[in-house]
């Protein structure tokens, strides 16, 4: 009995351990399952483009994450290179031709003309000969390059002013398929780096204008053009890295222009650059690059593409551009103007001219009855500062508007009516 009981207790030993085994080895190989899910959790997570921000109890029970098509980092590269290969061929590069005086070097004998005396004539017979240079001629050289993009199936395209301002030069436009147009221009914004240019052909590739004034910081954007004006649609890529930059711009011709309201990138942006356009990840052009900080890494800066469509609008329908005038010289007060003048506010336009009348004659200004020593808080509601000055403000209504001024004249806020004029084409 007793032998009998001991075998009983010895099977259900054996079955015990049996399955304590096996229980110890599904454990085991549930971790295991456990470790390489959690494993491909963060490893996706980490190629996720919109990674939302995780709370303390979602990072201890971490939820399924699944890699889609739409948050993965190849399909971003996908959609660059997608609208990359659908905007290049409306992209054009613009080549600048001038004739040029040849020059020729030749040698002169300074004292051949000289009537020496005897005496010293064996003292110079020699050869001595400086060299001068004299004109043989013109000829047509290229003397710069930029880009542009076609923004209507006729041949109507978007550039910078100061790629075409000498109007003694030649414009030849070149297209993505090696095609070359003689180009005109159209017109040249009177306050803005913009230009439209015109060349005769048919059924051509556009580019799909955007809305400027929904951009964010951050947000993707591609560059192409005419890289150092001999690598044709060049493409690079970036971010929005700031919005409503002031700048002063010049060329290597001397020019200088005061913009405004930029919008600053990161996507390299090169000489031969300029009047390319800045594409969104919708494929819609959002500015056009017109200037580099010298001495930085990567910053370029673009016009809002919103300028454009209005100067394309005006010229369409005006057949030229006309700029809203308020006819002011202003400072924009900040900290430093407010102590230096002594002003009550530390915002707005103070209508001041360190010489003569702040307030232009017959202009719609002086007709409002604006003062020196006034101070524009807003126009239209909209606060003058810094970041968006009165020019800022203005250049976004239309000639003949009338719109309201909150001004401070005294320490009294008063509100005025003025409708807008043209700017003068000669005014200094």
Known sequence: MIFKNKKILLFLFLIFLSLFFVFTLISAQTYNQNFIKNFLELLFQS???????????EQKNPPNIF??????????????????????????????SKYVPILE????????????????????????????????????????????????ADGLIVTNKHVVIDPKAEYTVYLND?????????????????????????????????????????QFVIAIGNALGEFQNTVSFGVVSGLKRNIIASDEKGHVERLEGLIQTDAAINFGNSG??????????????????????????????????????????????????LG???????????????????????????????????S??????????????????????????????ISKKKVGQRVSLKILREGKELNLWVTLGSLPENLP
């Open 276 to 325: 390319g356009p800045l594409i969104n990840l919708k494929g819609e052009v959002i500015g056009v690059n017109t200037a580099i900080a010298g001495g930085a890494e990567n910053v370029g800066f673009a016009i809002p593409i919103n300028r454009v469509k209005k100067m394309i609008e005006e010229y369409q329908t005006k057949g030229k551009i006309e700029v809203p005038f």
């Open 178 to 218: 090696g095609r070359k147009f003689l180009a005109k221009v159209l017109t040249t914004h009177p306050t803005d780096d913009l230009a439209l240019i015109k060349i005769n052909a048919k059924n051509l590739p556009t580019l799909k204008l955007g809305d400027s004034d929904k951009l964010k910081l951050g």
């Open 364 to 393: 719609p200004a002086e007709k409002a009855g604006l003062k020196n020593g006034d101070i524009i808080l807003e126009l239209d509601g909209e606060k003058v500062t810094f970041q968006n000055s009165l020019s800022q403000i």
């Open 105 to 152: 070097r030749y040698y002169i004998n300074p004292f051949e003309d000289f009537d020496l005396p005897p005496e010293l004539k064996p003292f110079f017979q020699f050869e001595f000969k400086i060299p001068e240079l004299r004109q043989k001629g013109y000829e047509k050289r290229e003397v710069g390059a930029g880009s542009g993009f076609l923004v209507s």
């Open 328 to 362: 002011v010289y202003y400072l924009l007060i900040d900290e430093e103007i407010q102590k230096k003048y002594n002003l009550p506010v530390n915002y707005g336009a103070y209508l001041y001219r360190e010489k003569g009348n702040a307030i232009i004659p017959f």
């Open 47 to 57: 190629f996720s483009l919109n990674k939302p921000p995780t709370t303390n109890q």
């Open 67 to 96: 890699l889609t098509p739409s948050d993965s980092i190849f399909d971003l590269e996908e959609k660059v290179v997608k609208i990359a290969n659908e905007a290049s061929p409306a992209v054009v590069s613009i080549v600048i």
